[in-house]
Each structure stands twice: as C-alpha cells, then as structure tokens.
C-alpha cells in the first residue's frame, strides 16, 4: 500500500512540451537538463537577485572604493563580447542595438530602451542615452528614497563594452539616476572615451 502513497516520478523529457525554447535567446535541452544560450552557444544558469545583492555588497565590502571599479571593469569586459556577437548577427548597428535591448529583455536584466542616436564615420556622432527599466541589478540593492548615487556599476561597464564590441572604439558610460536610489528607473549616458578625455580638459 505505501507504495501508491508514493508521488509518481516525473519524467522531464516526456512530460515537456516538444518546444524546449524558452525564448528567442535561451532555452533548455531535457535531454542535458541545462539551459543554453543561443546568442554565446554555451550553457546558462538562473539566479536570482539574493544573490547579485549580495555579490555586490561583498565586493564593495572587500575592496572599498575599489569594488565599483571592479564591477565596472567585469561588465566592460563581458559587454565587449555581448557587442561583438550582436554586430555579428545584425551588421547595421540599429538593428544590432534592438537585438540587445531584447536579449537583455530576456536575459533578465531588465527592459532597455535606446533613445535615438546618430553615427558618423561609423562612430557616436554624439552621447547616446539607455534607460533600463525594472533593472534586476537595481532591484536587488536597498532601496535609498534620498541618496541618488549611482550603484548599477556593472550595467554601466557592460553598456560602455557593448560600444566599443558594437563600434570599435573605447566608450565611456556614466549613471545618471538609479532605481536603487529612488529613481523610477537607470538611466545612463555613454560617449566615446576620446569625446570625454576632450571635455574634461576643456574643463580646465
């Protein structure tokens, strides 16, 4: 008699539906049970936003003033690849920067939205601005309703790295309001590095 107590076992290869995509950018195989990437061709993992809050206070917790610097410079890296990928599958740089909004979209980091933008030369004509609402990375932190600082370090490295994957040149990117800071979304500006060494010293 126990034995019809028992809960059935459940077969995931069978009991899936035959479409195993989860969107256009992942899905998971039942035959491996793990997720993949479809843009990198390698394997994906879920996560959850205990656990970037508390990636990123225990690197600010460690180095200081040094893990903003830190977490920029991992998301410049990995956004160079990202910006790479996307201009190898959509060569015009429009169409390349809305496969990334979606891909993000997707990937769970939350909804960007480019605003217009010019090139010349195939450069950044001018600043370009992202919005990112419903940031994962901003709704992981504490939520301060006075302080405004930016805190989305890693979205801001891996912006100013999808621009220079994207267009070939260094790109600097600077947030200007933060959800985790009261803001109703992040909003960050990017501009070519050289662009900003250049106003900087007019500056002076």
Same mark, same amino acid.
């Given at each position: 008699?126990?034995? !019809?107590?028992?809960?059935?076992?459940?077969?995931?290869? !069978?009991?899936?539906?035959?479409? #195993?995509?989860?969107?256009?950018?992942? !899905?998971?195989?039942?035959?491996?049970?793990?997720?993949?990437?479809?843009?990198?061709? %390698?394997?994906?993992?879920?996560?959850?936003?205990?656990?970037?809050?508390?990636?990123?206070?225990?690197?600010?917790?460690?180095?200081?003033?040094?893990?903003? =610097?830190?977490?920029?410079?991992?998301?410049?890296?990995?956004?160079?690849?990202?910006?790479? @990928? $996307? @201009?190898? $599958?959509?060569? +015009?740089?429009?169409?390349? #920067?809305?496969?990334?909004? &979606?891909?993000?979209?997707? $990937?769970?980091?939350?909804?960007?939205?480019?605003?217009?933008?010019?090139?010349?030369?195939?450069?950044?004509? /001018?600043?370009?601005?992202? *919005?990112? /609402?419903? &940031?994962?990375?901003?709704?992981?932190?504490?939520?301060?309703?006075?302080?405004? /600082?930016?805190? %989305?370090? =890693? =979205?801001?490295?891996?912006?100013?790295?999808? $621009?220079?994957?994207?267009?070939?040149?260094? !790109?600097?990117?600077?947030?200007? %309001? %933060?959800?985790?800071?009261?803001?109703?979304?992040? /909003?960050? @500006?990017? *501009?070519? =590095?050289?662009?900003?060494?250049?106003? &900087?010293? +007019?500056?002076?």
């Amino acid at each position: 008699m126990a034995e !019809h107590n028992k809960p059935a076992r459940v077969d995931a290869s !069978h009991s899936m539906d035959s479409s #195993v995509y989860l969107n256009s950018f992942f !899905h998971f195989d039942p035959k491996t049970n793990q997720t993949q990437d479809l843009v990198f061709n %390698c394997s994906a993992m879920l996560t959850n936003e205990e656990f970037w809050r508390t990636v990123q206070e225990g690197l600010c917790s460690a180095f200081k003033s040094g893990g903003p =610097i830190i977490l920029y410079q991992m998301g410049q890296k990995y956004g160079f690849a990202v910006g790479s @990928r $996307a @201009r190898e $599958a959509k060569q +015009d740089v429009y169409e390349a #920067v809305k496969f990334l909004e &979606s891909y993000g979209m997707f $990937a769970g980091w939350g909804r960007f939205k480019t605003f217009p933008f010019k090139l010349s030369m195939g450069r950044l004509a /001018e600043e370009v601005t992202v *919005k990112v /609402e419903e &940031s994962f990375f901003a709704r992981s932190l504490p939520r301060t309703e006075t302080n405004n /600082e930016p805190k %989305c370090f =890693i =979205i801001a490295g891996l912006l100013a790295g999808i $621009a220079e994957g994207l267009l070939g040149e260094s !790109h600097i990117c600077i947030e200007t %309001c %933060c959800m985790a800071g009261g803001a109703q979304y992040c /909003e960050f @500006r990017i *501009k070519p =590095i050289n662009n900003f060494v250049m106003a &900087s010293k +007019d500056k002076e």
